[in-house]
């Protein structure tokens, strides 16, 4: 066929495929109007229908049955018409842009070819009782993303379908319209990818659905082994990959989970917001996001001042006293450790026999139960019973005991007081209650004395409610002191030569309630261990990105977190910046993970031009394979100047060059105390968002970040603001600055004052 009736024939697939979308969706929407009309009619007539009769046991029952049958039937109207609404909200993307590509397979053993065209939904005619556009997660669809025509294949749930592919091509339909379209021998067309790749950086990042790579196919559709570990390069497309693997998963287990029962652990609010478009680009609804920290302070965040990761980076980042460094950096990575665990593990078998610490509990000022009874109750239990099941014992005892208190409580004197000081209305409601529990009959003589007796009853009952709801939550276990116990404890056993400071160092920030964020972990393994395990069963998939930064211990919470859930573990070891994760086995180490595990590695780069890539790999000490896509851009730039004017300087000139052509440009500091002073001396002169760890919303133009901030993120040009050997001396900072630097897609900008940091090999 020549290329000019190649055309038509596509022209004409797009307007067969336009009108069946056009008439699906009228479909849709006359259905969703009538369900609607539907919904507020059963609403309208909700109580016609109910016959409420509460006279006799059946007629309660036929009562609530009927009432029963309205609201599952409102309820599914409901259900049927929110469902219609996501479907329009398909044709509608769908009439934007219905597929992004066809492949012709002739499967082995048949005649004629099936000709598949891809896009981001299936779309079936049932007119011609054809499938018009299948879903690129759908099992034929994965051979355009794994095979080069010629011999191809694809899996079915059930068996392997051989055939040969005759035709790949790629199209770009715009608002309905075809574009381009262009036939490809390769994997996907490198043009295509080239052309995506060199637009400008986004507020969130893209689906990639059309140009997905063999490499990272295989990752989306990885469902063989219960945890899958992606080691990539930077800008490998990590989080590209899990993002379009959550969309895989809902459409794989489409009748078993939700994107609610998805979790995707990320590095901190602004990496959410980058994230949180391409699900619903997709036309899939978004799974959970959570930080480390967002659950810390689920967990602890109300009785503790915990610090955050990005607190516990500033101060270490900033620390010029090498002493003092080096005892926090062996506090933080001896925290994170698996030994660390071993340690607590050991003092957990102490506490079974002794050494548990309770909280009095107080009412009104007074000990009404000591601490020293709480432990003693506690101990005089089987210790073969688990601590989590004996404190339920003592919780039980606790809840006696209080109801005894507070039954002798009732007769104090400072109970009359207080209903001498109820208000009426207080009066009234007791008086009611009293009528209408009976108990005031009309020749009783003890009336006012039955009032004093309910109304005593409800002011201490009252008062008490709170010390059984902290009861009944454990609030009585005195965890702060438990684990500061264990700073003081002889323990058996080897520790590390720095103990001693490290736990003079622990005890400091634990008087003021501080934890800090390496001391996280542990509590809530602590308190676990303690007070019997949280979990949320509910939960399928857990996605961890930027994993390099999480400890083994974080991994260890996590797992116990979502007992039911299969892990995808993203990371890079290159950019580890978090401290806890210095010599300790990292997250991307398969014997984390038992035997069900799997592991791909990633060695293309994606976001950056051949230039950056070959500049930022030499920053990494270690030989390691990063192979760049073929995409040309200007030699990364050094300036070094004298002094900090001339650094301002010659950085806003920069900037404003920079403006005309793209849309994002970051000035990377190191700290964010850095990020301030730039912002002092810059703002003057350039209109720059400052971005800090409370900032939720990442904007275009120039923007001026600490590296952690930046981390996960990728922009246009980078500027960094000062690499200098005084800012970047050590040698464990070396992560830390290749991070930054390969946050750059196009342009690549280094300053420094005097000397250029000697992480860049000259
Ligand atoms: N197959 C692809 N098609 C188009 N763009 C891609 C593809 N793979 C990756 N990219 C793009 O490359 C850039 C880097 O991807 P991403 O941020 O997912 O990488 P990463 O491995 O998570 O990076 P880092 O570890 O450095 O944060 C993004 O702009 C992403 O859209």
Known sequence: MTKHADEIQERNYLVLCLQAIGEQRE?????EQSLQNNVISLKETFWDDVRINFDTFSDIEETYLTMKQQAELLSGSEVVQQHIVKSIQVYDRLQQSPYFARIDFLPQNQQEPLQ?????????????????????????????????????????????IQGDMLLKRQFIIKNGQLQAMFNTGLTIGDDLLRNILAQNADEHIRSIVATIQAEQNKIIRHVQTPHLIVEGVAGSGKTAVALQRIAYLLYHYRNQITADQIV??????LFNQYVNAVLPDLGEDNMQQLTFSDY?????????????????LESLLSEKDDTRYQTKLHAITFKASHAYRQLLDQYLGYLSKQGLLFKNIVFRGERIITAQEITKYFYSL??????????????????????AIEKAERHKEWVEEESDLLETEEYTKTYSELLQEGRFAEDTFDDFE????????QIVQKQFMPLRRSVTQLKFVHLLGIYRQFFTHQHAGSLPPQWEEICHYTQNNLTKRLIAYEDIAPLIYLQDKIEGQRTNTTIRHVLVDEAQDYSPFQLYVLQQLFPYARMTILGDGHQTIHPHTFHNPSLLAPELYGEQVAKMVLTRSYRSTKQIIHF?????????????FNRNGTEPTITVVTNEDDLITQQVERVNSLTSQFDTIAIICKTAEECQRAYDKLHPYLEVQLVTSTTKQLKKGILLLPVYMAKGLEFDAVLLFNASNTTYSRETERNYFYTACTRAMHKLHIYAIDTLTHLIPQ
């Open 616 to 628: 930022t790999s030499k920053i990494l000490k270690t030989e390691a394979t990063i192979e760049a």
């Open 296 to 312: 810390a302070n689920q967990r602890l965040g109300r009785q503790f001042q915990l610090e955050y990761p990005y607190e516990q």
């Open 27 to 31: 479909e849709a929407v006359q259905r």
């Open 382 to 403: 089987d210790t073969a019973i688990s601590i989590p099941n004996r404190l339920q014992f003592v919780k039980e005892w606790l809840l006696q005991c209080l109801t």
């Open 116 to 160: 598949v065209y891809i896009g981001v939904a299936n779309l079936f005619d049932e007119k011609q009782d054809d499938i018009l556009i299948y879903d690129w997660r759908a099992p034929i669809a994965s051979m355009y993303y794994d095979h080069t025509p010629g011999p191809a294949h694809y899996e079915t749930p059930t068996e392997q």
């Open 264 to 269: 995707l652990i990320t590095p901190n609010q």
């Open 450 to 457: 039955q009032e004093r007796r309910t109304l005593a009853k």
